[in-house]
T-cell receptor, first 116, second 114 residues
Framework: AQKITQTQPGMFVQEKEAVTLDCTYDTSDQSYGLFWYKQPSSGEMIFLIYQGSYDEQNATEGRYSLNFQKARKSANLVISASQLGDSAMYFCAMREGDSGTYKYIFGTGTRLKVLA | DSGVTQTPKHLITATGQRVTLRCSPRSGDLSVYWYQQSLDQGLQFLIQYYNGEERAKGNILERFSAQQFPDLHSELNLSSLELGDSALYFC?????????????FGPGTRLTVL
């Protein structure tokens, strides 16, 4: 079974509109972390946002927010006021395991294209 | 610039060969992670080192090995290379082995096996 599932291989959004990228995860750990990364065409991995499993508030970083629904095991990324520079591949990732033996699992990504 | 450096940026080699990828973490970061990203795929976690010790292992092939040196730089050795090993290899670092927050990724080494 997939540990991290990103069901949208590609998405389009109009400039200045908001977009939600879906991510569901599967873990039996009580303590885990969820991350979103952006990978532009240049290839580098850029950290966007982090949510800990015990964090009660949804994480926000500028135009990025993480809609964390623990019971549903979902961690969707919301990008508000999309910009052309947001066109990229977006990866959801989960950190699980015990202290000192963490593993990181990445989803297959969603390719976002922002239209002018 | 994340502060994580990786060399070389590109590497082209032949099947059966052996290569070494190098990573220098951010200043002060003790933990180094290695990932493999095949074409249009997500990242596969390979291995983690913390202050010179192996801490976690992912889907790393037996033909691959890694180590972290006293100066905290790390090397990933890939041997008996196959066509399927062609990928982008990332190194990432964090300040502590606990990794509460983000990993800082290097620019990657693009390996092409012909």
């Amino acid at each position: 079974a997939q540990k991290i599932t990103q069901t949208q291989p590609g998405m389009f959004v109009q400039e200045k509109e908001a977009v939600t990228l879906d991510c569901t995860y599967d873990t039996s750990d009580q303590s885990y972390g969820l991350f979103w990364y952006k990978q532009p065409s240049s290839g580098e991995m850029i950290f966007l946002i982090y949510q800990g499993s015990y964090d009660e508030q949804n994480a926000t970083e500028g135009r990025y927010s993480l809609n964390f629904q623990k019971a549903r095991k979902s961690a969707n990324l919301v990008i508000s006021a999309s910009q052309l520079g947001d066109s990229a591949m977006y990866f959801c990732a989960m950190r699980e395991g015990d202290s000192g033996t963490y593993k990181y699992i990445f989803g297959t990504g969603t390719r976002l294209k922002v239209l002018a | 610039d994340s502060g994580v450096t990786q060399t070389p940026k590109h590497l082209i080699t032949a099947t059966g060969q052996r290569v070494t990828l190098r990573c220098s973490p951010r200043s002060g970061d003790l933990s180094v992670y290695w990932y493999q990203q095949s074409l249009d795929q997500g990242l596969q976690f390979l291995i983690q080192y913390y202050n010179g010790e192996e801490r976690a292992k992912g889907n790393i092939l037996e033909r691959f090995s890694a180590q972290q040196f006293p100066d905290l730089h790390s090397e990933l050795n890939l041997s008996s290379l196959e066509l399927g090993d062609s990928a982008l290899y990332f190194c990432a670092s964090t300040q502590s082995g606990l990794s509460y927050n983000e990993q800082f990724f290097g620019p990657g080494t693009r390996l092409t096996v012909l």
